[in-house]
Every structure is written in C-alpha cells, then in structure tokens.
C-alpha cells in the first residue's frame, strides 16, 4: 500500500512540474513576440534631418493621416531623415502602460515600423518628454538638425529639406515664435534645432529644468546658454499657428507648400486633404521654393522669460528633469480638434 502512494505522489508531483514548465514556457514565448519598450542602439546613423512625432497612444487617427500624407515624402528621403512617431510607455501617474496597449503599440509598430515609445509620462509632461527624446535620439544618430513635431501639424517637408542645406551651422532655434515682455519662446508644436544648439543642451543634461510645458522648458534652457553663447532666433512667419482644419486654407489656397512651411491644426481628414493639393502643386508649379533669410522680429529680448507671468494650467515651477518629476495627471491635451476621442 505504501509503495503504491509512494508512486501516486510521484506521478502527481511529475504532473506538476510539466504544468508548471508548459506554462512558464508559454508565457515566456507570448512575452518575446512583444519587443521591449526600451531599447539601446550602439552604432549612431548619421542624418541630415531626425524627425520625432509626438503622438499619444489612442491616437492612431492622426498617426494614419500623417502616414497618408507628409510621412511618404520623409520616407522618400530615408538616407538623409528618419522620421519616428513618439509615445510615452508610462501612464500619467508614472507606471507602465498595460500589456494590451504594449500590445497594439507593438502590432501597429511591426506593421508600420516608425514608433518609439519612450520612458516618458503621459499627460501634462511635455518638457520631460521632450528631454527623455533627445537621449533617444541622441544615442542613435548623428543629425544635422532635430525636429519635435506634434501630430496636429502638417509639415512641407520637401520644403524643408531642400532649405536645410541653406541653414549655416550655427546655434539655431526655429519655429512660430510668442513675442511678449520678459516671454519670448518658440512653440513647441513645431520645434527645429541645429545640431550645435543640441550639443549644448546635451552638454547641460544632468543640469536642466524640466517645466510642464515643453516650449517654456526650452524657453529657459535658452536663457542659461546665452549667458556663453549667441544663439540664433528664427520667428518663422511660414509657420500657420491657428486651427488649419477650420480655416478656409483648403478651399483658397492653391499653393500650400509655397506660402506656408507647417500648418498646425490639421487633423486626419483634413492632413490627406491638404497632401492631395500640395501633390498637384507640386506636378503643376516648376517654381522653386524661396529661402528666407533667418530673422528675429521680435522686439523683446530672448535673454529672460519669466515663467511666474504665466498663469493657471500655463504656470508651473521648473524641476530638475533627471530627477523625473511629474506635474499633472490631468486629461490629455488634444488641442483644438472637436469632438476627439481623449480615452487613456
């Protein structure tokens, strides 16, 4: 009798371990079919142009208009720009992202190939994100200038790489530019920096103040570095900073790309829509594009900004960023499109 209970219970303990290593093996294998959020790259890709698209997760509907558009022609220039959609892989309170949107990221990636997601917190926390991309990307290429891009933004991107090369390389910061007393600072919705300009930073790291905002964070980081050196502002009036999708530009104008470098404020529908009129006037106009010069109109000086002159979600105190704070959890900022899905 005993020998018989003395076989049952190894049969039995036999059955568990097959259970115990059937399912730790499945799990590892569901695991590996998923590649890790956070990878490192030894070997840099030297570029012309590094392009990052910040995007929020649910987003898919901008990232398709984007793909459907101005994405195919930063594709067309593949040896010279990369251009990468950013998502954050921590929540608004700073944990990790669930296994099922790990998931659809990581199957929308294998589809499409162009999405990173970074160790940066969702919501109100642009300027960190804004920072944990520059070590992205500064780990992975040698660039000639950077771009932070929002995904409400329509970008001429021919355009663009046909001026870069008229850019000299020098400390340089570009975009729509806010001119007010003591708040002097370009829009982070579309953001370019030379290369020498993000070396500086870069040499700063350890030492920057992150703010809630990525432009007001940039803002102050500019006002430490012309302390040492002279920086370059180009207020770009090609720049259309108020809603694209609900202005009259689709129905009026007939050359896009040549009145305008990015349109902020367009939307899904309305991203495809502009790409089809920059298509045909591209085939009909043979006129190149002109290259302005590199100005700043503004009046007020670009070596103080005062953040205590903002107000309500605007105002913020600056913190260290390799310290990781985090200042809201507040819904998502979806700008200006109506009726968006803000779901997280």
């Given at each position: 009798?005993?020998?018989?209970?003395?076989?049952?219970?190894?049969?039995?303990?036999?059955?568990?371990?097959?259970?115990?290593?059937?399912?730790?093996?499945?799990?590892?294998?569901?695991?590996?079919?998923?590649?890790?959020?956070?990878?490192?790259?030894?070997?840099?890709?030297?570029?012309?142009?590094?392009?990052?698209?910040?995007?929020?997760?649910?987003?898919?509907?901008?990232?398709?208009?984007?793909?459907?558009?101005?994405?195919?022609?930063?594709?067309?220039?593949?040896?010279?720009?990369?251009?990468?959609?950013?998502?954050?892989?921590?929540?608004?309170?700073?944990?990790?992202?669930?296994?099922?949107?790990?998931?659809?990221?990581?199957?929308?990636?294998?589809?499409?190939?162009?999405?990173?997601?970074?160790?940066?917190?969702?919501?109100?926390?642009?300027?960190?994100?804004?920072?944990?991309?520059?070590?992205?990307?500064?780990?992975?290429?040698?660039?000639?200038?950077?771009?932070?891009?929002?995904?409400?933004?329509?970008?001429?991107?021919?355009?663009?790489?046909?001026?870069?090369?008229?850019?000299?390389?020098?400390?340089?910061?570009?975009?729509?530019?806010?001119?007010?007393?003591?708040?002097?600072?370009?829009?982070?919705?579309?953001?370019?920096?030379?290369?020498?300009?993000?070396?500086?930073?870069?040499?700063?790291?350890?030492?920057?103040?992150?703010?809630?905002?990525?432009?007001?964070?940039?803002?102050?980081?500019?006002?430490?570095?012309?302390?040492?050196?002279?920086?370059?502002?180009?207020?770009?009036?090609r720049i259309f900073h108020q809603v694209a999708?609900?202005?009259?530009?689709?129905?009026?104008?007939?050359?896009?790309?040549?009145?305008?470098?990015?349109?902020?404020?367009?939307?899904?529908?309305?991203?495809?829509?502009?790409?089809?009129?920059?298509?045909?006037?591209?085939?009909?106009?043979?006129?190149?594009?002109?290259?302005?010069?590199?100005?700043n109109t503004c009046r007020w000086s670009t070596?103080?900004?005062?953040?205590?002159?903002?107000?309500?979600?605007?105002?913020?105190?600056?913190?260290?960023?390799?310290?990781?704070?985090?200042?809201?959890?507040?819904?998502?900022?979806?700008?200006?499109?109506?009726?968006?899905?803000?779901?997280?």
């Amino acid at each position: 009798m005993f020998g018989r209970k003395k076989i049952f219970f190894l049969l039995l303990l036999a059955s568990c371990l097959v259970i115990t290593f059937t399912y730790v093996l499945l799990s590892y294998t569901s695991e590996k079919q998923y590649k890790p959020l956070f990878q490192k790259i030894r070997n840099k890709s030297k570029l012309q142009l590094f392009t990052g698209i910040f995007s929020y997760i649910t987003f898919l509907d901008r990232r398709n208009g984007i793909r459907a558009s101005w994405l195919k022609d930063c594709q067309t220039y593949s040896q010279i720009a990369v251009c990468k959609f950013i998502i954050d892989g921590l929540d608004m309170n700073g944990k990790s992202i669930s296994f099922e949107k790990q998931r659809q990221i990581n199957e929308e990636d294998r589809h499409f190939k162009d999405i990173v997601v970074l160790e940066s917190f969702a919501g109100h926390n642009f300027a960190y994100r804004f920072y944990k991309l520059m070590e992205w990307a500064y780990d992975r290429y040698s660039f000639d200038f950077f771009i932070r891009i929002d995904d409400d933004q329509f970008l001429c991107f021919d355009r663009l790489v046909y001026e870069l090369p008229y850019r000299k390389k020098s400390p340089l910061i570009w975009g729509y530019m806010h001119c007010k007393e003591s708040r002097v600072w370009i829009d982070e919705g579309f953001m370019i920096i030379s290369r020498p300009l993000f070396d500086m930073l870069m040499n700063r790291y350890d030492t920057l103040l992150c703010h809630k905002w990525g432009d007001q964070a940039m803002a102050i980081w500019l006002v430490e570095l012309q302390k040492s050196a002279n920086i370059k502002f180009f207020g770009d009036s090609r720049i259309f900073h108020q809603v694209a999708a609900y202005s009259n530009i689709i129905k009026s104008k007939q050359d896009i790309c040549h009145d305008y470098l990015s349109l902020h404020g367009t939307y899904s529908k309305e991203m495809v829509l502009f790409y089809k009129k920059y298509e045909k006037e591209r085939n009909n106009n043979k006129q190149m594009y002109t290259i302005p010069q590199v100005t700043n109109t503004c009046r007020w000086s670009t070596k103080t900004f005062n953040t205590s002159l903002f107000h309500g979600k605007w105002f913020a105190i600056p913190k260290l960023c390799k310290n990781k704070p985090i200042w809201s959890n507040d819904n998502l900022l979806v700008g200006r499109e109506r009726n968006h899905n803000i779901t997280v």
